[in-house]
């Protein structure tokens, strides 16, 4: 990693300055909009207010640019010339290749298989801002050779595609590998998105009741709840509740195991105490490519397992519907990530409905999916597997 994000990440500060230069390019489109999702709270006949962050005014459409604009100004202040990274759905790989064109570095990107054939719009997005992109996994590694080797048809997965990027990072001198989530600094990166939110609330004269947000590796249910967690925490908030919500086909918190495991399938990255499925485990394909990981953050992992924070998961084709009721009330198209978030909101608004409480629900739109529309199509002609 670049030395000032180890240094962020071992850091017992409360706070750390955003650089100038990064200050600059997320006036581009910072503060993103909390809106009020009126529409949907009519359709659902709910007492419950509906707020959600709309993250996908970012220029790659996701809140992952939030962190990739700060590794990457980093990498080109110490001097690096390229950065590699894995990719899910797309949306870091858009992000860093971005982020990466704005302070011109090289971009190495690993895709994992199945997203790489299922989203060619997202590779073509990268492709766009000077980004190689390669299948994971590849025969550009050592470790991609060994599993195709043993499975010439892998689908791949972020584990794998972490282990690729890191393998080629490490065997230059000029490159450096940059990780979308998990991090603790990636988790700090993306805070701006519940300062924001904090402040947005109270000029609406609200305060969340429940904070919901998807969860891959961690990072954006982060930036959406930990700057209102802190209220909880120092016990000014004691009833406010987050949840966590992840695919039923790769549900690390609700289905994983606490312990010391690797991030990558390789086994190259330190150990983390975090809920993991185990380095080696394969999920299904589903279109929610940026879910597909088989352990979660350290952070989120401790508040989950000290019971600060809940989590739930859901089958896609469920989370797909729930993305279909957003667009026909709010017009919005959210990414098959995002849309467990909306899932998750719209069964807190019923509960809202059913005990008729006015509770106020917050969460975060982490991307739009008008370059998932595959994924659209398969659950509109019945052929998601749930």
């Known amino acids: 990693f670049p030395r000032k994000c180890v240094e962020q990440e071992m850091s017992t500060e409360e706070e750390i300055d955003i650089p100038e230069k990064v200050l600059d390019l997320y006036k581009i489109y910072r503060p993103s909009p909390l809106i009020r999702a009126t529409r949907l709270e009519e359709y659902l006949k709910t007492p419950a207010h509906i707020y959600f962050k709309n993250e996908s005014v970012s220029p790659t459409g996701a809140h992952k640019v939030n962190t990739a604009l700060v590794q990457a100004y980093y990498a080109k202040e110490e001097g690096v010339k390229r950065l590699t990274c894995e990719t899910g759905a797309g949306q870091y790989g858009s992000a860093i290749s971005y ?208 019971k600060l924070i809940e989590a739930v998961a859901y089958p896609q084709t469920d989370t797909f519907a729930a993305a279909l009721t957003f667009a026909r009330t709010e017009g919005l198209v959210v990414a098959p990530e995002s849309a467990h978030a909306v899932k998750a909101a719209i069964d807190e608004a019923l509960k809202a409905k059913e005990k008729g409480e006015e509770k106020v629900i917050l969460f975060n739109l982490s991307g739009h999916g008008i370059l998932d529309l595959q994924g659209y199509d398969d659950y509109l002609k019945g052929k998601l597997a749930s």
């Open 99 to 306: 982020a990466n064109a704005m302070f011109g570095l090289a971009t190495t990107i690993y895709m994992v298989r199945v997203s790489y054939d299922q989203k060619p719009y997202r590779r073509i997005l990268m492709q766009i801002y000077g980004a190689d992109v390669v299948a994971s996994p590849s025969i550009n590694t050592k470790y991609g050779k060994l599993i195709l080797s043993e499975n010439p048809d892998c689908k791949g997965s972020l584990g794998i595609a972490i282990s690729e990027a890191m393998e080629d990072a490490l065997s230059s001198k000029d490159t450096k590998y940059a990780l979308g989530s998990f991090l603790n600094c990636v988790c700090m990166h993306q805070t701006i998105i519940g300062q924001e939110a904090k402040l947005q609330m109270a000029k609406a004269g609200e305060y969340p009741d429940v904070i919901i947000g998807c969860v891959g590796g961690g990072s954006n249910l982060a930036g959406i709840s930990f700057p209102f967690l802190k209220d909880k925490l120092r016990g000014d908030k004691p009833d406010l509740r987050v949840v966590a919500v992840e695919p039923k086909a790769c549900p690390s918190l609700t289905g994983g195991e606490y312990k010391y495991d690797f991030g990558d399938a390789a086994g190259t990255t330190p150990l983390a105490k975090m809920y993991t499925l185990g380095k080696d485990f394969m999920p299904d394909p589903l279109h929610a490519g940026g879910l597909r990981y088989h352990g979660m953050a350290p952070v989120i992992s401790a508040l989950y397992n000290d």
